[in-house]
């Protein structure tokens, strides 16, 4: 009887072990730390907090198309471009020069909108968008700097 209770009770010592690792992870798999970054970046993109529809407007004010990266927190290839690839100081200097740069989580509210109005079918998607709202150029996946540098010298005018 005694080792009947025993092994109970460290078969649920491991299992409320395993219980506390399983939310932490998901805990730190689903935190806005990746919206954070954004928001936060010294020498990368300049994300500002605004919605789609401010960005158009500063968009029409400074006469610059919109730069939107519609992303989610649980994208592995979104999480890995705004750790790796939108911190960098050239691509910095060259989208907050360019473009008006706006975020969404598809999970949010606009972007459930955003992913009816533009058909996105994956993240990350760029999205940049003339003053107008037209659709310059959608792309989706992960681009690496260099991949990102091209696309972008070859949609300003």
Do not use: W
């Not at 109970?8 to 798999?29: D, E, F, G, P, Q």
């Not at 919605?51 to 992303?71: C, D, I, T, Y």
């Not at 310059?136 to 992960?142: P, R, V």
Request: hydrophobic fraction near 45%; aromatic fraction near 8%.
């Amino acid at each position: 009887m005694r080792s009947i209770i025993g092994t109970s009770i460290a078969s649920a010592a491991a299992l409320i072990t395993l219980l506390l690792l399983t939310i932490i992870i998901l805990l730190a798999c689903n935190s806005s730390s990746g919206e954070n970054a954004l928001l936060q970046s010294k020498d990368g993109v300049q994300f500002s907090a605004i919605s789609l529809g401010q960005a158009a407007a500063q968009s029409k004010r400074e006469n610059k198309p919109v730069f939107l990266l519609v992303h989610a927190s649980y994208c592995s290839s979104c999480r890995k471009m705004i750790r790796t690839v939108f911190p960098e100081k050239e691509i910095g200097d060259l989208f907050n020069k360019s473009f008006i740069n706006a975020q969404v989580d598809i999970e949010s509210e606009e972007g459930e909108r955003v992913v009816k109005d533009f058909e996105i079918r994956g993240t990350p998607t760029l999205l940049f968008l003339t003053p107008d709202g037209k659709v310059i150029s959608k792309t989706s996946g992960f681009y690496s700097k260099q991949e990102l540098i091209a696309l972008t010298k070859g949609l300003l005018f």
